[in-house]
Structure formats: structure tokens, C-alpha cells
């Protein structure tokens, strides 16, 4: 079972707590990552606007953004919220309580593979056995998918910024190519060599699970705007009642 030590810590900590009993309207909206301030009003309504959609809060036109979208999934952390507990927000409290639902609409761009490589993408510690680890939210934060500070990612021993995952513009075969080099620094980094970045040490894939981060990762590859309305007009339902991990 999953601990509860990420919903609770969230939670409780003041990061989302407050919006839940503010009033019965603001309890709708704290799951959809909403927020009343000007500034972020204006944003959205500024996006709504350029692109066409109602209720957008984003001005990025990835698959991934339209995902984001239909399914109120936050893409910004809350003031003094880790990466860590974002995560385990969104995984265990928003995604798990739409999938209980069978309401996590995927669309083109952004099917089942890439629903899961997601959760992999935000997993920072492995709950069942059959579950892909990335810890990639450690460092590649969203919105940006880049905490922009700096990681010694490899055996150069040299930190270096985060690199921004957002329209990488690769094959799957060069994305594949990537993932497994993390892997193998991952190796590394668990038997306490090159000094790699703590952050790998918890990363543990299967095949299949780095085929579907491939996925996610070809999602944050921006569409052309009518392309973006558009995939969100088809947007269909995916069915959850087997989360068998498999495509």
C-alpha cells in the first residue's frame, strides 16, 4: 500500500491544505490546481484568449499541456512545496482518484504509454513491485521541466544545468538512447562512484518502463495551436479499470 507520508506531508505542511476548507467552491477547485490570484488570473485568461480554450492556464501547446489540461492536473508547485511531495500529490491523490473513476482522458500525443511514463516520470519511490522508478521530478520541475540549477550527471564529474525537457525534437530511438545512459549513472551513482547526483540513486526501470517515458517525453513536444484545440476536442477516456502496466 502506498504510505501516506507524501499526502500527508503535503498537505499538512500548508502548501495545499488551507484552499481545502476555505469554502465548498474552493474545494472543487484544489484538485484541479486552480488558483484566485490576480496575477495568475490574468495568465490564464491571457492564454484563453491566444489559444482558443476555455479555462487554459498554460501558454505551452504540448500534448502534454492539453493532458494537463482536460484532466486539471497542476502543473505549477505551490510556494515552499518540493518536488517530492508535488509528486506525490498528483500521483496519489489527483491521478488516483480520477483513475478510480475511469475519468483520465489521454489524446493524441498523449496516449496510455505516455499516461504511465508519466506516473514513472513522477515516482520517487517504488510502491509495488511491478512499478517503474524515475525520479526524473527531482531536477526536471514542471512547468519548465528544469529546477535550472546545477547536477553532476555523469562521470565527467562536472555539475551542469539542468536541461529543460520541453521540445526535445529527438527520436524515440535517440530519447531510448538518453533514458538508458541514466540507467547505467544510476548504477553508478548507487555503488557510490563519480560522484553522481544523489537524485539516481532511486531510479530503477524496466524495458518496458523506458519505452513509456519515451512516450511522455515525446509529449512535451509542442503542436501548433489549431493542433492543441484540437486534440483536446478528441480527447478520450482511458480505460483504468486494469492498470496492468502494459500497452
Known sequence: MMPDRFIASSWANGTRLPRLFA???VVALAFTGFSYSDHH???EKSAEVDLGVHRLETTTTAPFDA???????PQVLEEGETPASYAGVILYSRLRNIEGRIQVKVLEGFDGSAYFGFKTFLRTWQDKPEEGVGNCVSCHVPTTFSDDLEHIVDES??????????????????LEAIVRGKLKMAEIARAGKGNID?????TSLKDRDVKQLVAFLQSLNEIS???FRQIILDAEI????????TQ
Open 23 to 25: 469554502s465548498a467552491a
Open 41 to 43: 488570473e490574468a495568465g
Open 67 to 73: 493532458f494537463a489540461h482536460v484532466n486539471r492536473v
Open 157 to 174: 564529474g562536472e555539475a551542469k544545468v539542468t536541461l529543460s525537457l520541453r521540445n526535445l525534437k529527438k527520436s524515440d530511438k535517440e
Open 198 to 202: 544523489d537524485a539516481y540513486k532511486a
Open 225 to 227: 495551436k489549431e493542433d
Open 238 to 245: 482511458l480505460d483504468t479499470r486494469d492498470l496492468s502496466y
